[in-house]
């Protein structure tokens, strides 16, 4: 029975020793790993640059793809909801918003002079009366669609 | 914080895409609208989050624009009339094209705060996009302009024809790519204002030419332009939410004018060209000739035709709108109905002043939408139909599109009236439609003329039928 026992806390030890062991060799790989992605990382970056994988051609692909979208989701509206279609994608179309709160947003330390809080401002009241204005009337349009009443 | 801010606007785009998405059935519409709302709140939040104002007078004045603006925008949505959809949704696009206009202004002044460079080192690249989005944001802001005047009648829906028209346009347009091309060279403010001040005039010029009843071809253009214009300054600001937006709309409107322009079977090109079809009180002298005989008939006589058929198909038209006769129409529909007689409406693609305007209209006098069918639906019925009524509606009626290939409204899709065994025409007098063409339908023998105001002559058959 000692015996035995004597044995498996042999084995537990052995276990737990390889295990520390693996456990290093596990953190100098991490380590070497580290060290090679800092290695990499400007590698990448300059072969990014170099090879012209631009945010702009990313963008475009988003654009391009975003016609397609729309083309197809478009034709699928019924022609009975072409007005609330107009009222709607005026209303999200408004999120050039995001543009003027950049604007106002921005402070003298970003280089932002009184004209250009001025002009976002402008840009963010034409916006929301956009914003506000496009939503609620769509809602009210569509609201006013009903079914027949079965009776 | 950047990557976090990019998938939330990548979100609100795809919550716009599920808006539009929404409108295939007016069953799903109004969660798609609620879509539209959310991916809008996110847009403005994350901007908030990544961009917010570091000083209390930045915070003052975001608020105080979303307040002011946000409250102008409800109290419109609630007060204006469904007829006046048109030149609302007009005005609303002119704001955009505005609101890009100073966009671009704001990212031309203080360029570090948009990080597209720093002041007199801007990117070529956001040069372009900003030139092209201030371009096409100031001809839709002029141009919408104009549009919502001619809708609104603030200004008469005659084509006006500048002499030398299209030689001072080009002019211009050629103008606009020099000035561009100068403005990505020197990055000087003054040629940014020089293409603004070009781009303004020339949306004035492009839209006065057109005639008000082309007016669904321009408002779903307009549409499409402002979403380019969108589209232009996203790219400037490297905003994922805007491109997809912009991209949306501007496919969305080109769609549009593309539907209105197969409507009339003429070509977008002769659309903008102009100087076609003012509106029917312009072009409305062309009787002065013999006068054809024609039946005339009262109210009584209607409800009485009515009353005894079978089924009766409804077919709207500009004229309804102009009277606002659609809830009168929808009580003498009632009274049909009770009277066991199938009432359905027709729609003609290009009804109205803008895409689905009648559709509009008649859900406001609680018609239910599954009596409302487009022309390719409905159009093979009106050989079994008792009764077309016809209320508003003139050159979409028009058999002389089918059988004349000479009229100016030949090839255009039509819808069959006089197929049904009898016709009522409700029109105010024995003038012209808007292309200035006879409608020898008048003449035929199975035509009633009821001539009045389309309102009055409702409440009149509807009084008749009691």
Same mark, same amino acid.
């Given at each position: 029975?000692?015996?035995?026992?004597?044995?498996?806390r042999?084995?537990?030890?052995?276990a737990?020793?390889?295990?520390?062991?693996l456990?290093?060799?596990a953190?100098?790989?991490?380590a070497e790993?580290?060290?090679?992605a800092?290695?990499?990382a400007?590698?990448?970056?300059?072969?990014?640059?170099?090879?012209g994988?631009?945010?702009f051609?990313?963008?475009?692909a988003?654009?391009?793809?975003s016609?397609?979208?729309g083309?197809?989701?478009?034709?699928?509206?019924?022609?009975?909801?072409?007005?609330?279609?107009?009222?709607?994608?005026?209303?999200?179309?408004?999120?050039?918003?995001?543009?003027a709160?950049?604007?106002v947003?921005?402070?003298?330390?970003?280089?932002?002079?009184?004209?250009t809080?001025?002009?976002?401002?402008?840009?963010?009241?034409?916006?929301?009366?956009?914003?506000?204005?496009?939503?609620?009337?769509t809602?009210?349009?569509?609201?006013?669609?009903?079914?027949?009443?079965?009776? | 914080?950047?990557?976090?801010a990019?998938l939330?606007?990548?979100? =609100?785009?795809v919550?716009?895409?599920?808006?539009?998405?929404g409108?295939?059935?007016?069953?799903? $519409?109004?969660?798609?609208?609620?879509?539209?709302?959310?991916g809008?709140?996110?847009?403005i939040?994350?901007?908030?989050v990544?961009?917010g104002?570091?000083?209390?007078?930045?915070?003052?004045?975001?608020?105080?624009?979303?307040?002011?603006?946000?409250?102008?925008?409800?109290?419109?949505?609630?007060?204006?009339?469904m007829?006046?959809?048109?030149q609302?949704?007009a005005?609303?696009?002119?704001?955009?094209?505005l609101?890009a206009v100073?966009?671009?202004? #704001?990212?031309?002044?203080?360029?570090?705060?948009?990080?597209?460079?720093?002041?007199?080192?801007?990117?070529?690249? =956001?040069?372009?996009?900003?030139?092209l989005?201030?371009?096409?944001?100031?001809?839709?802001?002029?141009?919408?302009?104009?549009?919502?005047?001619k809708?609104?009648?603030?200004?008469?829906?005659?084509?006006?024809?500048?002499?030398?028209?299209?030689?001072?346009?080009?002019a211009?347009?050629a103008?606009?790519?020099?000035?561009?091309?100068t403005?990505?060279?020197?990055?000087?403010v003054?040629?940014?204002?020089?293409?603004?001040?070009? #781009?303004l005039?020339l949306?004035?010029?492009i839209?006065?030419?057109?005639g008000g009843?082309?007016?669904?071809?321009?408002? =779903?253009?307009l549409?499409?332009? $402002?979403?380019?214009a969108?589209?232009?300054?996203?790219?400037?600001?490297?905003?994922?939410?805007?491109?997809i937006?912009?991209?949306l709309?501007?496919?969305?409107?080109?769609?549009?004018?593309?539907?209105?322009?197969a409507?009339m079977?003429?070509?977008?090109?002769?659309?903008?060209?102009?100087?076609w079809?003012?509106? #029917?009180a312009?072009?409305?002298g062309?009787?002065?000739?013999?006068?054809?005989?024609?039946?005339?008939?009262?109210?009584?006589?209607?409800?009485?035709?009515?009353?005894?058929?079978g089924s009766?198909i409804?077919?709207?038209?500009?004229?309804?709108a102009?009277?606002?006769?659609?809830?009168?129409?929808r009580?003498?529909?009632?009274?049909?109905?009770e009277?066991?007689?199938?009432?359905?409406?027709?729609?003609?693609?290009? #009804?109205?002043?803008?895409p689905?305007?009648m559709n509009?209209?008649?859900?406001?006098?609680?018609?239910?939408?599954?009596?409302?069918?487009?022309?390719?639906?409905?159009?093979?019925?009106?050989?079994?139909?008792?009764?077309?009524?016809?209320?508003?509606?003139?050159?979409?009626?028009?058999p002389?599109?089918?059988?004349?290939?000479k $009229?100016p409204i030949?090839?255009?899709p039509?819808l069959?009236?006089?197929?049904?065994k009898?016709?009522?025409?409700?029109?105010?007098s024995?003038?012209?439609?808007?292309?200035?063409v006879?409608?020898?339908?008048?003449?035929?023998?199975?035509?009633?003329m009821?001539l009045?105001?389309?309102?009055k002559?409702?409440?009149d058959?509807?009084?008749?039928?009691?």
């Open positions: 029975m000692a015996d035995a026992l004597q044995t498996l042999d084995a537990a030890e052995a737990a020793s390889s295990a520390a062991a456990a290093e060799a953190r100098g790989v991490a790993a580290a060290a090679n800092e290695a990499a400007p590698v990448a970056d300059a072969a990014a640059h170099a090879s994988v631009d945010p051609v990313f963008r475009l988003i654009f391009v793809l016609i397609f979208i083309y197809y989701v478009v034709w699928s509206v019924t022609p009975a909801l072409h007005t609330p279609l107009m009222s709607v994608t005026n209303a999200i179309s408004s999120v050039i918003v995001v543009g709160l950049v604007a947003g921005a402070d003298a330390a970003e280089g932002a002079t009184q004209a809080k001025i002009f976002g401002f402008i840009a963010l009241v034409l916006a929301s009366v956009n914003i506000f204005g496009g939503f609620l009337v809602e009210r349009m569509l609201g006013m669609y009903k079914p027949k009443e079965k009776k | 914080m950047e990557n976090f990019a939330a606007y990548l979100v =609100s785009g919550l716009f895409i599920m808006a539009l998405r409108l295939s059935h007016p069953t799903t $519409s109004r969660q798609g609208n609620r879509y539209g709302m959310i809008m709140a996110l847009a939040v994350t901007t908030l990544v961009a104002p570091s000083s209390n007078e930045g915070v003052l004045l975001i608020v105080a624009g979303l307040a002011l603006g946000g409250f102008a925008g409800a109290q419109i949505a609630k007060k204006v009339p007829t006046d959809m048109p609302l949704v005005a609303f696009h002119s704001l955009v094209g609101a100073f966009v671009a202004a #704001a990212a031309l002044y203080s360029p570090v705060a948009f990080n597209i460079g720093v002041p007199g080192d801007i990117h070529a690249a =956001s040069l372009v996009e900003m030139s989005g201030v371009a096409i944001g100031a001809i839709t802001f002029t141009g919408s302009v104009i549009a919502f005047a809708l609104d009648g603030r200004m008469s829906g005659a084509p006006i024809m500048l002499p030398n028209r299209h030689l001072i346009n080009g211009l347009a103008g606009l790519v020099f000035m561009v091309y403005f990505i060279q020197t990055q000087d003054f040629w940014f204002w020089a293409i603004t001040a070009a #781009a005039a949306g004035v010029l839209i006065i030419p057109i009843a082309d007016m669904p071809v321009v408002v =779903s253009m549409n499409s332009y $402002s979403g380019w969108a589209a232009g300054i996203g790219f400037t600001l490297g905003n994922e939410a805007l491109i937006t912009g991209s709309v501007g496919s969305s409107g080109a769609i549009l004018s593309y539907i209105m322009c409507g079977n003429r070509s977008f090109i002769s659309v903008i060209l102009g100087g079809g003012g509106d #029917a312009a072009a409305g062309g009787e002065a000739g013999e006068q054809k005989p024609y039946k005339r008939g009262s109210a009584d006589d209607a409800a009485f035709i009515m009353q005894n058929a009766v409804i077919v709207p038209g500009y004229g309804m102009v009277a606002q006769a659609q809830h009168a129409l009580e003498m529909g009632d009274k049909l109905k009277a066991g007689v199938d009432v359905k409406y027709a729609i003609h693609p290009v #009804a109205g002043r803008m689905g305007h509009v209209l008649l859900a406001e006098a609680n018609v239910p939408y599954d009596e409302v069918f487009e022309l390719e639906d409905i159009n093979s019925e009106f050989s079994r139909a008792d009764v077309a009524f016809v209320i508003g509606a003139n050159d979409v009626t028009n002389s599109a089918k059988t004349d290939p $009229s030949a090839g255009m039509v069959d009236v006089e197929n049904a009898t016709v009522l025409f409700v029109k105010r024995m003038g012209a439609g808007y292309a200035g006879e409608n020898p339908l008048f003449f035929f023998d199975q035509t009633m009821l009045g105001d389309a309102k002559m409702c409440e058959i509807v009084k008749a039928m009691d």
